[in-house]
């Protein structure tokens, strides 16, 4: 494993990466500047408060349908950051994203269901001003994780009403979450006014399987329904079925049948189980069908990264 730099960034700047692109849900115009927040809340001109609860603002009143996420990114809050022995998260980023430090240092980017702050976590100690929404409780814990950081700051918010005044940033991306919306490709749209002309937007969505999603689909109507820590309890039983799974013949036709994840971190595959089976939307897309959402929003320089179903697109200047 290459030497990972885990140092905060080192970063000057005394204006907060929120200042002149945060806008009232209920006016839309821009919020005053951090330094003028209150301890509890962001007030507007207009009358409208936006709450602030553990520091940070709250432009929703609950976690709608991602209570499975607020579950898992709490139980979960460290599980995925990279450290000393591990470098997989920023390995990933850059596999689904094609993004290197040279593109990010010093540009204003929105990570797109930061979860705990997996890959904020990247992106800012690689010198990026990262703001990182979640509508799930998972900002707790990715403002425990990074939250300090100066050029960091989490909302809690919703992918169809996000409070950003238009063309904030130069680059955006989402990792495995769009796909967890009543609908991909209009999340996918909404952040299209929100991108800089010049600028980068990269996602990555789920993509379309054989046998394992045929059994997967079927399995998830029950585990859908199920309480979450119920279901949490129930994956870990892929810790034990991983090392099943290695023998020959029976593991692989098992795997199918039954498929949990193969990560060879026990915690990792109980974390991988739960965000298959839990979520109560998951829809699986193809290349063709994503690409033709980048010509549609008028992207240009479409990148189709090899991890399935990654693309990276640019605004037209």
């Not at 002149?20 to 507007?44: F, N, T």
């Not at 991602?66 to 995925?80: D, E, M, P």
């Not at 919703?158 to 991306?173: E, N, R, T």
Request: aromatic share 10%; net charge neutral.
């Amino acid at each position: 494993m290459a030497e990972l730099d885990l140092a905060p960034p080192s970063v000057s700047t005394l204006v907060s990466p929120l200042d002149g692109i945060l806008v009232c849900p209920s006016c839309r115009k821009l919020l005053p500047s951090e330094a003028q927040w209150r301890p509890d809340a962001i007030p507007c001109a207009c009358g409208h408060v936006i709450p602030r609860v553990r520091q940070i603002p709250r432009f929703v009143e609950d976690d709608q349908y991602v209570g499975s996420f607020s579950h898992q990114w709490q139980a979960h809050a460290q599980t995925q950051l990279d450290n000393e022995e591990s470098d997989e998260s920023e390995r990933s980023f850059r596999q689904k994203t094609g993004l290197t430090p040279e593109d990010v240092r010093g540009k204003r980017v929105l990570d797109v269901g930061c979860g705990m702050g997996r890959f904020s976590d990247v992106v800012s100690r690689w010198g990026a001003e990262l703001v990182g929404i979640d509508l799930s409780l998972a900002v707790e814990s990715a403002q425990k994780n990074i939250g300090a950081r100066p050029n960091v700051r989490f909302l809690q918010a919703d992918v169809f009403q996000l409070p950003f005044a238009p063309a904030s940033f130069d680059i955006i991306f989402s990792l495995g979450v769009l796909h967890h919306t009543p609908d991909c490709r209009r999340a996918f749209q909404s952040l299209i006014p929100l991108v800089k002309p010049g600028g980068i937007i990269s996602i990555w969505v789920y993509a379309r399987m054989g046998a394992y999603q045929n059994f997967t689909d079927r399995y998830r109507v029950l585990t859908t329904r199920l309480p979450t820590g119920v279901l949490h309890q129930l994956c870990k039983l892929a810790v034990p079925l991983y090392y099943v799974y290695q023998v020959p013949v029976l593991g692989e036709m098992l795997s199918t049948l039954l498929p949990v994840s193969n990560h060879p971190r026990a915690s990792w595959r109980v974390l991988d189980t739960f965000d298959w089976y839990s979520p109560r939307y998951q829809s699986k897309h193809t290349y063709p069908e994503v690409f033709a959402w980048f010509k549609e929003a008028g992207l240009v320089d479409l990148d189709l990264l090899e991890f399935p179903v990654s693309i990276r697109g640019r605004k037209r200047a």
